[in-house]
């Protein structure tokens, strides 16, 4: 039973939980795209505030969640990233689909399913958070009725997704076959008190790789992303690449250290030729690629690769690497799908890099935030990534991981090609055949100032990210 | 009879699962095959429940129970899934008359 | 409210101005956008004057203020800080920058007033302001670094700043490519101090080194030659002088900020900065010297004989740059300091003038087209000659005599100093005097050759005056023991730099030097008077000849460096190339490019689009991950 007084622990998730019936209610009494919008916008804005009010220390919230350090840093990061896809997906809606209220409904299941993710510490409410987050993205993705495209990317994400979690829960099955528990401090209990790693539990960790694998948009499971990321609304792509993935990413951090599964040799190598392959495959994939949003979903595939390298650093300095990266690609996917949502028109997105062609020239703020934007993906000193990437290479060096960091060198030096394209783009000459003459979604109000805030972000942790930095070395230490 | 039986026929029940997932065309079929492997997941999940408790019933009477209603979830979340899938599915027929998969390939590349 | 707080604000303020003009200057009216981007460095240039005189009337503890705004990242204990050092070395440089850029920005408005890219022009101008402060101010050499790339990008983008005559691109990518010659030597530089020290803190590394390396060390050696490579580089001197007499194809008043003040006396400044390294070689502190001589006679000699106004100004800068190599290479730090100030005042002011003349004649740079612009143009001849006068070193009345002969007499009576180097010096005022007479009497006296309706504007007056006055006054704050001894900058500066030592018996020279070179530079004048306003037909008749002639060229393309360095580098280079035609060096890197594209493809293909092999790949996938856990 969970006491009354537990309940501010979870405070958070139910503001969210209750913000998504509030909104299915209104429809229900009357439309109204403006009013729904503020509201989710605010409801995001209480979750985050209200963290504030969870007291330090680790709780646990019956057997299935815990609140700690870590899962409040996430549960804000989540929040915010909501809460700016909620902002950029106003003028985007109004002028792209008629009846807009469910889609925020579903945004705010999904990212209740995330946040609950985040505190989950256990595998019943690990799986009935993704697909909480799942199910709701089925939908967001194809919520564009007129685009043959959205529900051709909702149908595969389905697919895909439902076969993934057959295989996770099939590994759920197996570890539960040979430790007895659901709950992650129960297997770690039991597989300490066995010792050895049987057979049937790695087998099991190995499948429920392949589901968080594919979540996470790993390779070789990777090979959704592109096609959902292009079909979907940039706004949900934004969702898909930021929340989705850095909520699973939590759980997987959980999981394997908690457990000490990483520990396993074998285990260990699969994750490191998961990384390798994904940092290498994403960032060729990329290369030739015309459609900024599938280019954006490549680079996401090689910018997890990366995380992994933290991941498997096993150390303190690992997690707040990973921790910090984590916070800087957040910041740079959802600037520049907010940039592709800026670009767009009535008539569909500014998809390809020839649309960008002599932005500076019209648009230079804009250009200025875009090229920062690829500067820090790529990992251009003075920027965000830059710092995000020397933490990951120091945590590599320092437990010699070597292999690892030399394909995320390598693997940098590959993606630096096609970020410098797309900035090279803007800054040609003029776009000849000016072919659409229809004006952009993008406002100054909300679009041009949480664009340039953003971008502000971007700079700051690049040049002082001690700020971030300080609050992440707090929380790292917990889960171990 | 030992757990290993379960094991077999549920691995058995799975694989015919993803092979059909691999072969068919039919979007319907897909869905069934889903289903198949999820179920094949929950056979699994109940048989060790079964085998937990029998090893543990003398100490704790509610041994291996979590198994178990783990399989209730999974069962309402496939409903979950089949509905909101089924509903995809038929904005899919609208637009192109059929729901082979097959038809499913402008975005590539 | 303690002023030295404010000190970040110097550099961030033509940063700021810089960012809203690149990204919205074109929302400013045409004034607009200049006296925007001179106020900014003009109240850079008040607080600079607030903090200077607070640092006067009160200095800080051990005279040094150090502000750290915060620290980069933290790696492996190497802590790069974003970090400003103030002490009177620095804050001597920060305010003859800010002060004047300040007034060349304010002669910049009335110069770009007509000009194609205006807000580019200004917006590159405070990236300069900006970039030469964090050099001047930075406390760690990863900083100083940053700036000092910054400044050279300003220089290449400036240079070329009239892209479209293909001239102006070469003379910008030949400043851009020699400076980088030592920049990378000063790269390896930084990188072997961090090597023995793991750090780039000044401070640190300049009280740490002497504990470490005793004098004459291997390491100190090969450490400071190294960034003394990157000093000639920026400083253009011997052997990378080449480039900036073609720099001068940018603006007037970029060649009068950047070529002249600033930018190309950051060598100085570094050398000056990292003195402590520079004492425990002494090895290459005599190589400075030795650079410092030969170049100021080399660039002397070719300056007599240059025709366009502007190349002649450009001969000078190096030659003057070479006076204070030479001042540091004798262990007279202040000395070079103090002429480095002096030189930003007068020479700024020469390019100015120079600069309204250029615009008076139509673009036209030939002295010798010029003649008679005396009545004219009573302002602009009236500060060109002070300018000119300082340059020449006139005496009693000029600032450039007290900070050209304190030199002089250093690199006389400095334990460091010899007779050579006195003499090369001295040699080299001499032709001072006479090139810069040369170009005052041929450009202003004579008769008329054009006739001139050109008015400068009121922007243009002003600057001019008030460098013309400091032209003039500027030295009286530090006077020779034989002159009143009243010596306020190098009892303000020597808190950084240790006192000159002395050799006894020739410190009484000190009066004999003086007297020497005040006669030597009136006789420059003189000369300069009768071969080119009295007799012309003399040295016409002297270049008939074929000795002269081929003197003349000689002198004319500046001692042949362009060529030598063509012979020997760049002709190779191109032969080179040639021989590797087919690119057989370039075919590793298109391997490696077509290998990744390759990848690409094979790739590329796997994403076809089809949702069942996508279900295959993460089967595939599985039954992988199954078989390494299990089977391996």
């Known amino acids: 039973m969970i006491s009354l007084t537990g309940l501010n622990l979870i405070l958070p998730q139910l503001i969210i939980a209750l913000a998504a019936i509030i909104v299915m209610l209104s429809i229900a009494v009357k439309r109204c ?19 504030l009010y969870i007291p330090r220390g680790s709780f646990g919230v019956s057997s299935l969640f815990v609140v700690d350090g870590f899962g409040k840093f996430f549960t804000v990061l989540i929040a915010c990233a909501g809460f700016v896809i909620t902002l950029m997906s106003y003028h985007y809606l109004n002028a792209r689909e008629k009846r807009n209220e469910e889609y925020y409904i579903l945004l705010l299941l999904s990212s209740l399913g995330a946040l609950t993710m985040v505190i989950s510490n256990h595998f019943v409410s690990f799986f009935l958070s993704l697909e909480v987050l799942s199910v709701s993205l089925y939908a967001l993705i194809g919520y564009l009725k007129e685009e043959p495209a959205g529900i051709e990317s909702g149908i595969k994400y389905l697919v895909l997704a439902a076969v993934s979690s057959s295989f996770l829960l099939f590994g759920i099955a197996l570890i539960y076959m040979q430790t007895g528990h659901l709950d992650l401090s129960g297997i770690a209990a039991g597989l300490s008190s066995s010792g050895e790693f049987s057979g049937v539990f790695i087998a099991g960790l190995a499948m429920v790789i392949v589901g968080i694998g594919f979540k996470m948009a790993l390779v070789p499971f990777h090979l959704w992303t592109p096609d959902i990321y292009a079909g979907a609304s940039a706004p949900v792509s934004a969702f898909v690449a930021t929340v989705s993935k850095g909520a699973v990413f939590a759980f997987l951090l959980r999981l394997f250290y908690s457990t000490g599964g990483l520990e396993n040799k074998n285990v260990w190598t699969v994750f490191t030729i998961i990384a390798v392959a994904s940092m290498l495959f994403g960032n060729w994939l990329a290369l030739r690629q015309q459609n900024i949003k599938r280019l954006l979903a490549y680079s996401s595939i ?58 500076f020239w019209k648009k230079p703020w804009l250009a200025a935030i875009f090229t920062t934007v690829m500067l820090s993906l790529a990992g251009i000193p003075l920027t965000a990534g830059f710092l ?52 952009v979604i993008g406002k100054i109000f909300p679009h041009g100032l949480v664009l340039t805030l953003l971008f502000l972000l971007l700079l700051w942790f690049g040049v002082y990210p001690s700020s971030l930095l300080e609050i992440i070395q707090q929380i790292a230490s917990v889960i171990r | 009879m030992p757990v290993n039986y379960y094991i077999f026929l549920s691995l058995a029940l799975f694989a015919i699962g993803i092979v059909g997932v691999l072969i068919r065309r039919n979007a319907i079929t897909f869905f069934m095959c889903i289903e198949i492997m999820l179920n094949a997941v929950n056979l699994l999940l109940v048989a060790f429940s079964k085998m937990h408790h029998a090893k543990q019933a003398a100490t704790l009477a509610t041994a291996g129970i979590d198994g178990q209603i783990f399989v209730f979830f999974i069962m309402v979340v496939a409903a979950a899934e089949v509905s909101v899938g089924l509903a995809i599915i038929v904005m899919l027929f609208r637009n192109v008359h059929s729901v082979n998969v097959n038809f499913l390939n402008r975005l590539k590349h | ?30 004034t607009g956008v200049g006296v925007f981007a001179t106020l900014s460095v003009g109240i850079s240039a008040l607080i600079t004057l607030i903090i200077g005189i607070q640092f006067l009337s009160s200095p800080p503890a051990g005279h040094f203020y150090e502000q750290t705004l915060w620290v980069w990242f933290d790696v492996a204990g190497f802590k790069p800080s974003i970090a400003f050092y103030l002490d009177p070395l620095s804050l001597v440089f920060t305010f003859v920058v800010t002060f004047v850029s300040f007034l ?54 400036l240079i070329g700043f009239w892209y479209k005559d293909p001239y102006n691109c070469y003379a910008a990518r030949k400043a851009f490519i020699v400076t980088r010659i030592g920049d990378t030597a000063m790269m390896i530089g930084l990188l072997m101090l961090v090597k023995n020290f ?50 001068m194809a940018g603006p007037s008043p970029v060649s009068a900020l950047i070529h002249a003040a600033t930018m190309v006396t950051a060598g100085v400044y570094l050398i000056a900065r990292t003195h402590v390294l520079y004492e425990l070689a002494p090895a290459v502190q005599t190589l400075v010297a030795i650079v410092g001589a030969a ?15 502007k190349r002649v100004l450009a001969y000078s800068t190096i030659s003057q740059i070479g006076y204070m190599f030479l001042a540091l290479g004798v262990g007279a730090w202040s000395a070079a300091v103090f002429h480095f100030m002096i030189h930003a005042f007068f020479k700024s002011l020469l390019f100015l003038s120079a600069g309204v003349v250029i615009i008076a004649m139509h673009h036209e740079h030939d002295i010798f087209k010029m003649g008679g612009l005396r009545k004219k143009m009573p302002v602009v001849f009236w500060t060109f000659l002070f300018g000119a006068g300082a340059l020449a070193a006139i005496p009693l009345i000029t600032a450039g005599f007290y900070s050209k002969d304190e030199i002089l007499f250093f690199a006389m009576a400095s334990t460091k100093g010899s007779t050579w180097l006195w003499l090369a010096g001295f040699v ?69 730099f240790p006192a000159v030592q002395l050799i006894p018996e020739k410190e009484g020279l000190e009066l004999t030097l003086q007297i020497s070179t005040a006669i030597l530079a009136l006789f420059g004048v003189f000369l300069a008077w009768q071969l080119y306003m009295k007799r012309p037909q003399m040295v016409a008749r002297f270049k008939e000849t074929g000795f002269g002639k081929r003197l003349n060229d000689f002198l004319f393309s500046g001692w042949k460096f362009d060529w030598l360095y063509d012979t020997f580098f760049v002709k190779p280079f191109v032969w080179l190339s040639k021989i590797d035609k087919s690119d057989f060096v370039d075919r590793i890197y298109g391997g490696v490019a077509n290998l990744n594209l390759y990848f690409n493809k094979l790739l590329s293909a796997t994403q076809n689009g089809n949702v069942r092999s996508y279900v295959l790949g993460v089967a595939l996938g599985a039954v992988i991950a199954l078989t390494i856990i299990l089977f391996l």
């Open chain 1, 302 to 359: 090689g910018h997890l690769g990366y995380l992994m390298v933290a991941f498997l650093a096993i150390t303190d300095r690992g997690m707040q690497a990973a921790t910090f990266y984590l916070v800087v690609y957040f910041t740079g996917m959802l600037a520049a799908f907010g940039t592709v949502i800026y670009m767009s028109n009535k008539k569909g997105e500014a998809l390809y890099i020839d649309d960008y062609r002599g932005l």
């Open chain 3, 104 to 157: 060349i920005h304010w002669y910049s408005i009335g110069f770009m007033k007509t000009e194609e890219g205006h807000v580019r022009f200004f917006a590159y101008m405070n990236l300069f302001v900006f970039s030469m402060l964090m050099l001047v101010l930075a406390n760690n050499l990863l900083l100083l670094y940053l700036g000092w790339e910054g400044v050279g990008l300003c220089s290449f983008l």
């Open chain 3, 295 to 309: 170049t100021l006679l080399i660039a002397g000699f070719s300056a007599i004989v240059q025709r366009d106004i």
């Open chain 1, 388 to 439: 995000g990437k020397l933490y990951l290479l120091t945590a590599g060096t320092e437990v010699g991981i070597w292999l690892l960091v030399i394909v995320l060198v390598v693997s940098s030096g590959i993606g630096l090609f096609y970020y410098l394209r797309v900035v090279a783009v803007m800054f040609a000459g003029k776009n000849e055949n000016e072919a659409s003459s229809e004006p």
């Open chain 1, 33 to 51: 795209h403006r009013f729904t919008n503020l509201f989710t916008l605010l409801s995001f804005a209480a979750a985050a505030i209200s963290v």
């Open chain 3, 1 to 30: 409210m303690d002023v030295f707080q404010l000190l970040w604000l110097i550099p961030a303020l033509p940063f700021f101005s810089f960012l809203i003009l690149s990204l919205s200057g074109s929302k400013f009216s045409r």
């Open chain 3, 198 to 247: 793991n750090t780039l803190d000044i401070a640190s590394i300049l009280t740490t080194a002497p504990q470490t390396w005793s004098p004459g060390a291997s390491q100190a050696f090969w450490v400071t030659i190294l960034l003394l490579g990157g000093a000639v580089g920026k400083s253009a001197q011997l052997p990378l002088q080449t480039w900036l007499p073609d720099a």
């Open chain 3, 428 to 496: 080299g005022a001499f032709i001072t005097s006479v090139y810069t007479f040369r170009m005052v009497f041929v450009a202003f006296f004579g008769e008329q050759k054009h006739d001139i309706h050109y008015k400068p504007g009121i922007s243009f007056k002003i600057p001019l005056i008030i460098l013309g006055i400091l032209s003039l006054i500027a030295g009286f704050i530090e006077l020779p023991h034989t002159f009143g001894h009243f010596t306020p900058f190098s009892d303000f500066i020597n808190t950084v």
